[in-house]
């Protein structure tokens, strides 16, 4: 890329690929965003009208949408925290010479290519079934009454199904972080009297750190849109319990085929990513540079 | 104090012995140089000595008492690694105190230890850097003063200069044997360049293959090489060995001579006579490597001055009381006394 020349021809050798995702951006972007101010209600087709901010208004003092803002943090919030502080203790786990490691490891790492829709009708019926489940089994052998998890702690049981399924994906990163780590640091560590819990807070978690952010920033993209698990198993409820920000759009574009309030919703949904992106690059970005 | 003793030391990974067995004293306040080619088990003694590694059998004493199954951390000893092993998350300064952090000492201990290393290593104005900024010199003296620190009883060096340019190895060098002069702590010293073994040593361990060849002061495996292994290692250009008739005339399956001792002249007479092929000039010295009529390639070393070229015929002779025999078992024959 040294010469004018050069760099012209790589402009525009480049600029259908940047054009095309410019516009495959673009126009979704554009056509959410004329919606969200028009009355658009798919029950009532050729009465599109301009209505203003109404559709925000009527978004954002829905009840529903504070439970469902506070919903999407916690389950972001609880599968990050099972997932980190699972994925570095089977990480470390796994990282231990044993019989059997290749297979463990595939074992380990299956769940992550089992879908999120099968994944939750798997837990739903054959786990956390109050009559069929292995919980409700286990509990019975206990002599204790069986919990209905859906209905009784529905986004807890929504957070370990999702983090079930996203524990591989931060056991997979943390492993191969491990095993870049030089093995004679360890051993100057422990020359220079550190214990193995020394270690790991002195050496083997700051060498962690870099990975830990990329599993961190790349988990909250794809769990603030978690949605198959919801619709599949609690359908958001009971009430808006286990309702989150694109279970809410869900419901209000195709429950209630309002188009104008659920891209007022989808607006809102971009801001608030946008937010929390902020404020993660802000608390743990710069884990990132070189 | 810091007198090490390996009593029949032996390691086997698997099946496979790497050191069949190994005894060596190694006095206090002593700078010992392992010394052998690649794969020899030189690193390996060390990180036995360490305590990195399990002993398969036999025994470590340190200043007397069985170190054998002792932690590595209570053995008190610091080692300095080929890559350094650094913490690299952590500034100098933290990198240095990271012992004594861990011994549970307070701050303003730390604090003076670690600043009075600083100085020792010419570290001070490097201290809130991260190890990622500092020079390979640099880095080398920061887990040098991450070994000082905690006042050990020995040194564990393991090939700490493999890593730097020639001329700042021969720094380094200098500055570790003047801190060796000035600390008075046993040092234990791997590599697998002869020249650091002979210029820092006390005392040098030749290993092949697990096995001690030889001890001895640097010009003691000079002078009197035990045998043919240890004879073609030591000293640079390498002996000359040489087999067959030549060597049999002199009551030997191997005669060594070293190029620095052979006679060379370019008028006739002699006991070897051949043609020069390559001629090194170095200034100071002159190498030759003369092809020998009947015994293949010798090398010869000659003042810078002489003029000899490509092509030229010399006359070589070994004198009597520099040449070194060999019986057929490769060690040496020495004159009854």
Same mark, same amino acid.
């Given at each position: 890329?040294?010469?004018?020349?050069?760099?012209?021809?790589?402009?525009?050798?480049?600029?259908?690929?940047?054009?095309?995702?410019?516009?495959?951006?673009?126009?979704?972007?554009?056509?959410?965003?004329?919606?969200?101010?028009?009355?658009?209600?798919?029950?009532?087709?050729?009465?599109?009208?301009?209505? $203003?901010?109404?559709?925000?208004?009527?978004?954002?003092?829905?009840? &529903?949408?504070?439970?469902?803002?506070?919903?999407?943090?916690?389950?972001?919030?609880?599968?990050?925290?099972?997932?980190?502080?699972?994925?570095?203790?089977?990480?470390?786990?796994?990282?231990?010479?044993?019989?059997?490691?290749?297979?463990?490891?595939?074992?380990?790492?299956?769940?992550?290519?089992?879908?999120?829709?099968?994944?939750?009708?798997?837990?739903?019926?054959?786990?956390?079934?109050?009559?069929?489940?292995?919980?409700?089994?286990? &509990?019975?052998?206990?002599?204790?009454?069986?919990?209905?998890?859906?209905?009784?702690?529905?986004?807890?049981?929504?957070?370990?199904?999702?983090?079930?399924?996203?524990?591989?994906?931060?056991?997979?990163?943390?492993?191969?972080?491990?095993?870049?780590?030089?093995?004679?640091?360890?051993?100057?560590?422990?020359?220079?009297?550190?214990?193995?819990?020394?270690?790991?807070?002195?050496?083997?978690?700051?060498?962690?750190?870099?990975?830990?952010?990329?599993?961190?920033?790349?988990?909250?993209?794809?769990?603030?849109?978690?949605? &198959?698990?919801?619709?599949?198993?609690?359908?958001?409820?009971?009430?808006?319990?286990?309702?989150?920000?694109?279970?809410?759009?869900?419901?209000?574009?195709?429950?209630?085929?309002?188009?104008?309030?659920?891209?007022?919703?989808?607006?809102?949904?971009?801001?608030?990513?946008?937010?929390?992106?902020?404020?993660?690059?802000?608390?743990? $970005?710069?884990?990132?540079?070189? | 104090?810091?007198?090490?003793?390996?009593? +029949?030391?032996?390691?086997?990974?698997?099946?496979?012995?790497?050191?069949?067995?190994?005894?060596?004293?190694?006095?206090?306040?002593?700078?010992?140089?392992?010394?052998?080619? /690649?794969?020899?088990?030189?690193?390996?003694?060390?990180?036995?000595?360490?305590?990195?590694?399990?002993?398969?059998?036999?025994?470590?004493?340190?200043?007397?008492?069985?170190?054998?199954?002792?932690?590595?951390?209570?053995?008190?000893?610091?080692?300095?690694?080929?890559?350094?092993?650094?913490?690299?998350?952590?500034?100098?300064?933290?990198?240095?105190?990271?012992?004594? +952090?861990? @011994?549970?000492?307070? +701050?303003?201990?730390?604090?003076?230890?670690?600043?009075? @290393?600083?100085?020792?290593?010419?570290?001070?104005?490097?201290?809130?850097?991260?190890?990622?900024?500092?020079?390979?010199?640099?880095?080398?003296?920061?887990?040098?003063?991450?070994?000082?620190?905690?006042?050990?009883?020995?040194?564990?060096?393991?090939?700490?200069? /493999?890593?730097?340019?020639?001329?700042?190895?021969?720094?380094?060098?200098?500055?570790? /044997?003047?801190?060796?002069?000035?600390?008075?702590?046993?040092?234990?010293?791997?590599?697998?360049?002869?020249?650091?073994?002979?210029?820092?040593?006390?005392?040098?361990?030749?290993?092949?293959?697990?096995?001690?060849?030889?001890?001895? /002061?640097?010009?003691?495996?000079?002078?009197?090489?035990?045998?043919?292994?240890?004879?073609?290692?030591?000293?640079?250009? +390498?002996?000359?060995?040489?087999?067959?008739?030549?060597?049999?005339?002199?009551?030997?399956?191997?005669?060594?001579?070293?190029?620095?001792?052979?006679?060379?002249?370019?008028?006739?007479?002699?006991?070897?006579?051949?043609?020069?092929?390559?001629?090194?000039?170095?200034?100071?010295?002159?190498?030759?490597?003369?092809?020998?009529?009947?015994?293949?390639?010798?090398?010869?070393?000659?003042?810078?001055?002489?003029?000899?070229?490509?092509?030229?015929?010399?006359?070589?002779?070994?004198?009597?009381?520099?040449?070194?025999?060999?019986?057929?078992?490769?060690?040496?024959?020495?004159?009854?006394?």
């Amino acid at each position: 890329m040294a010469t004018l020349h050069t760099r012209t021809t790589a402009r525009f050798m480049l600029s259908p690929a940047v054009l095309l995702l410019l516009v495959w951006m673009i126009v979704p972007l554009g056509m959410t965003l004329y919606f969200s101010f028009l009355r658009y209600n798919l029950l009532m087709p050729g009465m599109e009208a301009f209505a $203003g901010i109404e559709n925000y208004q009527f978004f954002l003092t829905d009840p &529903a949408f504070m439970d469902a803002l506070v919903n999407t943090l916690l389950l972001v919030g609880g599968v990050l925290l099972i997932t980190v502080v699972g994925g570095v203790f089977l990480a470390l786990l796994i990282d231990q010479p044993f019989w059997g490691q290749g297979i463990v490891r595939l074992l380990v790492i299956s769940p992550f290519f089992v879908m999120p829709t099968v994944s939750a009708l798997v837990w739903k019926n054959m786990f956390m079934h109050p009559v069929n489940g292995l919980f409700a089994w286990v &509990a019975r052998g206990f002599g204790l009454a069986p919990i209905d998890w859906l209905a009784s702690v529905p986004l807890l049981s929504i957070v370990i199904i999702v983090a079930w399924g996203w524990l591989p994906f931060a056991t997979l990163i943390i492993l191969t972080a491990l095993q870049s780590l030089d093995q004679e640091q360890k051993e100057a560590a422990e020359m220079d009297g550190a214990g193995a819990l020394s270690i790991f807070a002195y050496i083997t978690l700051p060498h962690l750190a870099r990975a830990l952010t990329v599993v961190v920033l790349i988990e909250t993209i794809f769990l603030l849109s978690v949605f &198959a698990e919801i619709l599949v198993t609690t359908n958001g409820g009971p009430g808006t319990a286990s309702t989150n920000i694109p279970y809410l759009i869900y419901a209000q574009a195709l429950l209630q085929y309002d188009i104008g309030g659920a891209s007022a919703g989808g607006v809102v949904a971009i801001v608030l990513a946008n937010i929390v992106a902020v404020f993660l690059i802000r608390m743990i $970005g710069k884990n990132l540079e070189a | 104090m810091g007198a090490i003793t390996l009593d +029949k030391v032996t390691k086997a990974f698997g099946t496979m012995a790497v050191i069949p067995g190994v005894d060596l004293e190694i006095a206090d306040g002593e700078f010992v140089v392992f010394v052998g080619p /690649s794969g020899c088990g030189k690193s390996t003694l060390l990180r036995l000595i360490a305590g990195l590694e399990d002993v398969t059998s036999g025994a470590i004493r340190i200043d007397g008492s069985d170190a054998t199954r002792v932690a590595p951390a209570r053995r008190r000893l610091a080692m300095v690694f080929q890559s350094y092993a650094l913490y690299p998350h952590m500034s100098v300064y933290n990198n240095i105190a990271f012992p004594l +952090k861990m @011994a549970g000492q307070d +701050k303003a201990t730390i604090r003076r230890k670690v600043e009075g @290393a600083a100085r020792i290593l010419n570290l001070t104005d490097y201290l809130e850097r991260r190890p990622g900024q500092l020079s390979g010199g640099q880095r080398q003296r920061v887990a040098i003063g991450r070994a000082i620190v905690r006042e050990p009883a020995a040194f564990l060096f393991d090939e700490p200069l /493999s890593n730097l340019d020639a001329a700042l190895r021969v720094n380094m060098r200098l500055e570790i /044997s003047e801190l060796h002069q000035s600390l008075k702590t046993t040092m234990i010293y791997v590599t697998h360049d002869q020249v650091e073994a002979m210029t820092m040593a006390d005392k040098i361990v030749v290993l092949n293959a697990g096995r001690i060849e030889q001890v001895g /002061s640097p010009l003691e495996l000079y002078n009197r090489p035990a045998n043919v292994f240890v004879a073609g290692f030591i000293g640079s250009p +390498k002996m000359n060995l040489l087999e067959g008739a030549a060597a049999e005339r002199h009551g030997a399956a191997t005669i060594g001579i070293r190029p620095e001792h052979l006679e060379v002249s370019t008028g006739a007479g002699g006991e070897w006579s051949g043609v020069v092929g390559v001629v090194e000039h170095l200034g100071s010295d002159t190498f030759l490597h003369v092809q020998v009529e009947g015994l293949g390639p010798v090398t010869a070393r000659v003042g810078g001055e002489l003029d000899i070229r490509h092509g030229s015929r010399v006359w070589l002779t070994p004198p009597p009381e520099r040449l070194h025999r060999f019986g057929a078992d490769g060690q040496a024959i020495r004159q009854a006394a």
